[in-house]
């Protein structure tokens, strides 16, 4: 079994898209659907419909996102205006914690 993409539903689609190319860095793949690279998988951005199921609620996505260079970028999430929530280092690596515009959890793993 292997993993193609993740869809994140957002009330907020811009947004959403500017935070994982922008502020995550993440490449765009293909047109007119918001599909984005991840390494191994696609993270897709999806607008969520009025009245639809598959909505944003702000607690029921979290990622983990592998990132190299952590300490390098670290600083593009707050030059955009996104509040790093958490931040520490243990015996596994350094970790940064941050939220998307819809609230989602976002841990940046180095």
């Known amino acids: 079994m292997k993993l193609l993409k993740v869809v994140i539903p957002t009330r907020e689609f811009e947004a959403a898209i500017a935070f994982y190319r922008d502020v995550l860095g993440l490449p765009l793949v293909g047109a007119g659907w918001c599909e984005m690279s991840a390494g191994n998988a696609n993270i897709a951005i999806q607008l969520a419909r009025e009245g639809s199921d598959f909505a944003p609620t702000g607690h029921g996505i979290y990622l983990?996102?592998?990132e190299s260079r952590l300490e390098q970028i670290k600083q593009r999430p707050q030059d955009a205006g996104v509040a790093i929530a958490k931040e520490w280092k243990d015996e596994r690596g350094h970790f940064?914690?941050?939220?998307d515009p819809d609230g989602n959890l976002i841990e940046l793993v180095e």
């Open 64 to 66: 983990d996102l592998s």
């Open 96 to 99: 940064l914690e941050i939220a």
